[in-house]
Structures are given as structure tokens and as C-alpha cells.
């Protein structure tokens, strides 16, 4: 059997910033990890534990200090478009419409006018946002329909990888959980493999095959957990995953972080 | 909302002038000093219609719009330059002060020297007088970008061209518009203290005509008016620019 593309593997990668004394701030302490294709894995952690750098590591959008970053033995050293990221925040062009906004990876490739509004139609569809609202600016569209048109555009050139940097986060529970149903639906149509950053335990339960949990600043890997959900998972899983063995396990580890 | 903004223009214009008519008839002023409302009104139509406006309304006008085009343009490159480079704010931002410090009206003189009383002259002052609030403008503009936006720029792989064109540029109109706002009506000042310093055509051509060897004080005043006039049609072109690529964001 052929692996499915979208493999990601970190190795070794440590991070440090720049501090306004000239001292260096460690972020990130020889992480390793290794994704299958295809593969869904939540990354969680205390505040500070380095969490979105290391999706910016495996983005392209950060070097590391040292280690390596491959995606189907390719090394990752600049953005590369097998790799969609949506952020925290929408971070929509304010003065595009929602399907302009959807379209601009297609604009920067160079996708002719024809070719771009045949994608728009299918990402539309695929992230399930309201047609009528295509022509909208982001400040005339909801919290929900801006994360939708994020979505769509980080899946617009068809990614390998989606990385999700708490992309519901600022959305009310009930949307978030909708959401999280949404995105293992997407998963299964587009097949990407996805690296989700959240601090909700039972958002990683449900949505992940794996919960990696990373230690406080500077983060490490301090468990790698198999998720014993049995797919596919609906909303009435949600509550198995809040009392589950992983939940209990992801917690203890959480603690364990607060508490050192 | 509309409607209800003409209407409150149409106040502050009919109390304007109910005040500086109140003004001839308590002071008594003779209309050598202070012409009634009624009598500029009437010498400016005359003026209109026996052609001694339009020539000199041309010329301003062909001074203000090379100006503000030179003014404006250099003024978004060195902007953005000073934005995006700390060598490059450090080398030239004394020398922006001190050209912005120095009064347009001891340089025009200066000017006309060099340039002679031709287009040129006027040109130049009318850029040197935009420049400075469109560059500063500019340069906040960029500045003010949003990191996530240049982020999201990077992450799509945008080359530097499409940065600017596709995010710096739009990110920043606001910004650029509003120092167009100011640029635009210093422009008119520059073309005006340009045709003071020397020149054989032109509305402060026509001021100095009419206060000097016409002694005509109500065209005098027309000419003001018209001036004025200039001011606020090119500073409304600017807002309605400003609305139709910034528009409701």
C-alpha cells in the first residue's frame, strides 16, 4: 500500500527569539514528531508552551535555531504550497469580498480568472459557506463565515497539510462544536493532513487521531497519546472524549506541566 | 443623512454671508475695503463672462495639477522608502524637517530665481509643498500594515511586488488618501504664492492685478472666492476617490 502524501516530519527543532536584552528566549527544546499522511494530530499545552511557533516552524514561516522540518522527505525552509495555515484570527483582506478573499492564493499562483471562479465554487461547497454571501466584505460576514472563508483559502491550492492554529477559538461553544464536526467531515472529503493547535481537551479528543502534549516554555514533547475514539465521531462523542482514558491522561500531563 | 448634509452646508453658507453683510452695513467699511456679498457676487459673474477668470484659472490650475502629480509621486516613493528602511529614514528625515521647517514663502522667491517666472518654478513649489504630508502619509501607511496581513502574505508565498501591490498599497489608502486631503489644497497654496513670486498668468496673478494697477477690490475678492472654490472641488475629487477605492471597510 502507497503511504498517503502529507507526511510531516519534525526532528531535533529547537527555537529561540530575540529579547530586547540581547538574550535569546527559548521557545521550542528538540522537539520531534511524526505525522503520517492523512493523519490528524491536536497539539496542546499551557500557554507559552511554543505551540503556534512550531506550526509556524512546520509553515516554513520560522527557521529554526536547529533541527529539521520535512514534508514527504522535502525539507520545509520557506512557505511551500502543499502547506495551507489557518490563524487564530481570520486575517481577511478587509477590502476584498469574502470570494476574493477565498481566491487570493489562486491570484498570487497566477490561476487565470476562469480557472479561480470554477475553485471558488468548489471551496465554497467544500467549507459549506452561504453563496449569497460571497460578495460580502469580512466586516459584513459573522465570526463563523470569516473562519470559513479562512478555511477556504488556506485550502484553496489544495494543501497535503492544513495547520489550524485554534482557528474556533473565538467562536461561541456551540459554533465551535459544529465546527469541529465540520472539520473531520472536510477531512474525509480532502484528505489533508491536519495539525490542529487548541487548548480544549475534548476539541483534540474529538477531532484527533493523536494528542501531543507540549511542555511549559520551552516546549518539548511530553506525551504523544493515541486518541481511543472510534471514527467516524459525531456529537454524541463529545462527551465520551471529556470523560475518556486520553482526556484523563492529557490532563494529568497538563497538570503535571502546571504544577513543575 | 445625505440630503440632511447639503442642507446644513446650505446653513453655514447663507450664515457666512448674512454675517459678512452684517459686517459692511455695521462697520460701514467703503467697498474699496470691504465689498458687500452682492457686489463680489456680481463682479464675479461679470468677470466670468467677460473671460478675465479663465486664463488665469487655467494656468493655476495646470501649476496645481503637475505639482500635486510630481508632489504626490515622489512623495509615495520616498515614503515608502522611509517606512521600509531605517537607513534610509535616518539619511533623509533632517533633511524633510528642515524642508517642511522652511517657509514656501521664503523659498518661492529663491525659486523663481533659479526657474525662471515659466511653469517649471511653480511646479516645483506646488510639489515641494505637497510632498511633505503625503510622504509622512505614506510612510505611517506602511507602517500601520497589519503583521498578521504581511504573515498571511508570506505563507501564500506572495513575492515582494504582490506584497506591495496586493497588501501594502490597499492597507494603506486610507492613510495615503488622507495626506492627499491636506496635499491637495496646499498644492492650490503653492500654485498661488508660486504666481506671486513671478508670473504673467495665474489667480494670484490676478490678485496682485487687482489689488495693484486695477485697484478693483471686488475682483479682488471674485478671485478669492474662486480660489477657494478650486480648494474645496479638488478636495472633494480627493474624498470621492478616497470612497470608491477605500469605500465601507
Keep these: 500500500m502507497t503511504a498517503r502524501p502529507g507526511a510531516i516530519r519534525v526532528e531535533g527543532v529547537t527555537l529561540s527569539f530575540p529579547r530586547r536584552d540581547g538574550g535569546r528566549l527559548p521557545v521550542l527544546d528538540g522537539v520531534d514528531l511524526a505525522i503520517d499522511g492523512g493523519g490528524i494530530v491536536a497539539l496542546i499545552g499551557p500557554n507559552g508552551s511554543g505551540k503556534s511557533s512550531l506550526l509556524r516552524v512546520i509553515a516554513g514561516l520560522v527557521a529554526p535555531d536547529r533541527g529539521t522540518v520535512t514534508v514527504d522527505g522535502d525539507e520545509i525552509t520557506t512557505p511551500d504550497p502543499r502547506i495551507g495555515l489557518v490563524f487564530q484570527e481570520a486575517r481577511l483582506l478587509p477590502w476584498r469580498s469574502a470570494a476574493e478573499n477565498i481566491t487570493y492564493p489562486l491570484e498570487l499562483a497566477g490561476w487565470p480568472t476562469m480557472r479561480r471562479a470554477e475553485r471558488l465554487d468548489a471551496l465554497t461547497e467544500l467549507v459549506g459557506l452561504d453563496p449569497s454571501v460571497r460578495a460580502n466584505r469580512p466586516t459584513e460576514l459573522s465570526g463563523g463565515q470569516r473562519q470559513r472563508v479562512a478555511l477556504a483559502r488556506a485550502l484553496a491550492l489544495q494543501p497535503g497539510v492544513l495547520l489550524l492554529d485554534e482557528p474556533f477559538s473565538a467562536l461561541d461553544a456551540l459554533s465551535r462544536e459544529r465546527f469541529d464536526l465540520e472539520l473531520l467531515g472536510l477531512w474525509e472529503r480532502a484528505g489533508s493532513t491536519i495539525v490542529l493547535v487548541t487548548h480544549n481537551i475534548a476539541e483534540a479528543i474529538l477531532v484527533a487521531d493523536r494528542v501531543v502534549v507540549l511542555s511549559r516554555r520551552p516546549g518539548r514533547v511530553v506525551a504523544d497519546l493515541t486518541v481511543d475514539l472510534a471514527r467516524p465521531r459525531s456529537i454524541a462523542d463529545l462527551d465520551a472524549a471529556v470523560v475518556s482514558r486520553t482526556a484523563r491522561d492529557v490532563r494529568r500531563h497538563l497538570g503535571e506541566e502546571a504544577a513543575a | ?249
Design chain 2, 1 to 249: 443623512m445625505r440630503r440632511s448634509a447639503a442642507l446644513s452646508i446650505l446653513v453655514a453658507l447663507a450664515a457666512f454671508i448674512a454675517i459678512w453683510q452684517l459686517v459692511v452695513v455695521v462697520s460701514g467699511f467703503p467697498p474699496f475695503i470691504l465689498p458687500a456679498p452682492g457686489a463680489v457676487l456680481v463682479r464675479w459673474a461679470t468677470a466670468w463672462s467677460a473671460g478675465t477668470l479663465t486664463p488665469h484659472l487655467l494656468a493655476t490650475l495646470q501649476e496645481v495639477a503637475l505639482g500635486f502629480v510630481v508632489g504626490a509621486g515622489a512623495a509615495l516613493l520616498v515614503g515608502y522608502a522611509l517606512a521600509r528602511s531605517a537607513l534610509i529614514e535616518r539619511l533623509l528625515s533632517p533633511y524633510l524637517v528642515a524642508a517642511q521647517a522652511t517657509p514656501i514663502l521664503a523659498l518661492a522667491p529663491l525659486i523663481a530665481l533659479w526657474f525662471g517666472p515659466g511653469l517649471a518654478g511653480k511646479v516645483l513649489i506646488c510639489a515641494l509643498i505637497v510632498f511633505f504630508p503625503v510622504a509622512v502619509a505614506t510612510m505611517v501607511g506602511i507602517r500601520s500594515v497589519d503583521a498578521g496581513l504581511l504573515e498571511l502574505g508570506r505563507s501564500l508565498r506572495a513575492t515582494r511586488r504582490q506584497v506591495l501591490t496586493t497588501l501594502e498599497v490597499p492597507a494603506a489608502l486610507p492613510s495615503i488618501l488622507g495626506g492627499m486631503r491636506v496635499g491637495v489644497t496646499l498644492a492650490v497654496v503653492g500654485a498661488i504664492v508660486g504666481e506671486w513670486a513671478g508670473a504673467e498668468r495665474g489667480l494670484g496673478v490676478l490678485i496682485n492685478l487687482a489689488r495693484g494697477s486695477l485697484f478693483d477690490i471686488p475682483l479682488m475678492f471674485a478671485t478669492l472666492l474662486t480660489i477657494a472654490l478650486v480648494g474645496i472641488v479638488l478636495y472633494l475629487v480627493v474624498v470621492l476617490v478616497e470612497r470608491r477605492l477605500v469605500g465601507a471597510r
